[in-house]
Structures are given as structure tokens and as C-alpha cells.
């Protein structure tokens, strides 16, 4: 079962697809969303969740205080589930779009300061480098985040040069890497800061 972790939906349920999709587990999503709220990335945030699925991450997002969530996601069915969920919760700043991932992301660009990015784990990391490339061109604010998750078995993808590697964290077979423009060192400082803790 599937529900909402925090903010004003708070342990309300969501429908999922019985099918296709892969709901990002509340463990990670706690640990994912713990992260960015330490950041302060969350309230007002303009969000993009691509290859939206379920939704989970975009809706926690707009529960907890994003101004604005854009979930893209290609298969009809699960971006009705999505707006459902939306309505059913309040959530009136989500938006669902039925599209192509590389297409949506080659129309008029808006910087955003959160993308998830959550691609079924047998996509290629060919499909990932090119979906991270468009994002790095116009549609990441300067001190916005990507939170990219894939298998721990998959092959660590390559990052445009335009992307540097922030943080990354392991939760049994999910790996979540979070990137940043790169040189953006005031994110990066918070990070080494979240390593120390959690090392400590």
C-alpha cells in the first residue's frame, strides 16, 4: 500500500497502477524527501517528475509544500491514476502530462528546482544520459537538484558535463543519485555536511 508520508495529505492512500509501474518504496521516499526538505528545496518548489509513474514522488512533493508539480508520463492509464490522486487529495498544483519523456523536454524550457526522474530500471543508461542532457539545458533552475533512481544493478550512467554528482545513497536495490549543475559549491557544502552526519 501506497500513501503519503508528510505535509497536508499525510497518510492518505494513493491508487497505483496493478500493473507497469514501480511505486518508489516509502523507505526511500522518507530518506529522499528527508534530504531535500534539509536542502530546503521543497517549499514553493517548481517540481518535474519524469517518468512520472505512480506519481508518489510529484504528489509527496505537492504535499509537502511544492508550488507547482509537473508529472510527465506516457502511459495514459497511470497518468489518469495520477490526476485522480491529485484531485482526491487536494492537490490542485499538480499537472499531468501524457508525453514522451524526450519530447516533453525538447518544448520551451522553465527552470525547475526539483526533478525526479525515476525511468523503468530496463531502460537503457543510453536513455538516461540523453534524458539528463535535455534536463541540464534550460529546465534545471541554478541551485536546483535532479534525484535520479535506478537498480543497484545497473551500470552508473554517464552525466553530461553540464551535471556533477551531488550525493549518492544506497537503500537495498535502489541506488539514488542526486546532481547538481555543475560548480554549483553552495549545495555542495550541505552535502559534505549530510556525509559527516551520516558517517558520524
Not at 503519503?4 to 496493478?18: D, Q, S
Not at 524550457?109 to 523503468?120: A, T, W, Y
Not at 535506478?150 to 545513497?169: G, N, Q, T, Y
Amino acid at each position: 500500500m501506497t500513501r503519503i508520508i508528510a505535509g497536508t495529505a499525510k497518510g492518505r492512500e494513493l491508487k497505483v497502477p496493478p500493473k507497469g509501474t514501480r511505486p518508489t518504496s516509502s523507505r526511500v521516499r522518507e530518506a529522499i524527501f528527508s534530504r531535500l526538505d534539509h536542502w530546503n528545496l521543497l517549499n514553493e518548489a517548481e517540481v518535474l517528475d519524469l517518468c512520472a509513474g505512480s506519481g508518489s514522488l510529484g504528489l509527496e512533493a505537492a504535499s509537502r509544500g511544492a508550488a507547482r508539480v509537473e508529472a510527465v508520463e506516457l502511459a495514459a492509464p497511470a497518468a489518469r491514476l495520477i490526476k485522480q490522486n491529485a484531485q482526491a487529495l487536494g492537490l490542485s498544483q499538480v499537472n499531468v502530462v501524457v508525453a514522451n519523456v524526450q519530447k516533453f523536454l525538447t518544448m520551451n524550457p522553465h527552470p525547475q528546482q526539483l526533478v525526479f526522474f525515476d525511468p523503468p530500471y530496463d531502460l537503457s543508461n543510453d536513455f538516461v544520459t540523453e534524458v539528463l542532457e535535455l534536463v541540464a539545458t534550460g529546465w534545471l533552475a541554478p541551485e536546483g537538484v535532479i534525484v535520479l533512481e535506478r537498480s543497484i544493478r545497473s551500470e552508473v550512467p554517464l552525466w553530461p558535463e553540464s551535471l556533477s554528482l551531488l550525493a549518492e545513497k544506497k537503500y537495498g536495490e535502489t541506488q539514488i543519485y542526486y546532481l547538481e549543475l555543475a560548480q554549483n559549491e553552495n549545495l555542495d557544502e550541505a552535502s559534505e555536511a549530510d556525509a559527516l552526519v551520516e558517517n558520524s
